[in-house]
């Protein structure tokens, strides 16, 4: 018995091992094995906070999250996963939609078009109970790039000294 088990582990492991080459956008071209955590999200919620504070560009909240979590208005309902929260800077949009285009972190708070804040950008990890494993901060960003498509998100972050490559393709939730 113990010999079959053996056997059905050593067939399934290329395809646990290969896992983080799995993609939904059959032209990809990213080559996933240079990343230490691959992730592909399966929500996406943004809430669009306008230009009032940052002249020049739109301000957005964004979250990938690993799994579909409920908000409500006491707050969120988290399920157990990895949710990557982003606070990022657009040209100034006509519908407050999240366009198009490529994202850098930046440290100078500097709200500028195109950039992600990072003194507030960060990966919060929550346990099966919905309890924090991160403090309700997370871990910050020390680099990252966030390229958005439409009804497709790539985020490339170091984090801890790991690289995470997160990808989402669907349809983006938006908060009024």
């Known amino acids: 018995m ?15 091992l290969s896992s983080c080459n799995k993609t939904n956008d059959e032209e990809s071209t990213t080559n996933t094995e240079n990343y230490d955590v691959c992730l592909e999200a399966k929500y996406l919620v943004a809430e669009y906070w ?18 579909v979590f409920m908000m409500d208005i006491g707050g969120a309902s ?3 996963g ?50 924090f494993i991160t403090d309700d901060e997370g871990i910050p960003f020390s680099e990252a790039t ?4 439409e009804n497709h998100v790539e985020l490339t972050a170091v984090i801890d000294n790991e690289t995470h490559y997160v990808t989402f393709f669907g349809e ?3 908060i009024d």
């Open 82 to 131: 990895s949710y990557y929260c982003l606070d990022i800077y657009t040209p100034i949009t006509a519908n407050g939609k999240l366009p198009a285009g490529t994202y850098t972190l930046d440290m100078t708070e500097s709200y500028a078009a195109g950039t992600i804040d990072g003194t507030i950008s960060s990966l919060i990890k929550v346990d099966a109970n919905g309890n």
């Open 50 to 67: 306008g230009s009032e504070y940052t002249p020049g560009a739109d301000n957005f909240s964004v979250i990938i999250a690993e799994n």
């Open 2 to 16: 113990k010999t079959k088990n053996l056997f059905y582990l050593l067939l399934a492991l290329p395809l646990i």
């Open 78 to 80: 988290l399920s157990e």
């Open 172 to 174: 983006f939730e938006y």
């Open 146 to 149: 966030l390229v958005i498509t």
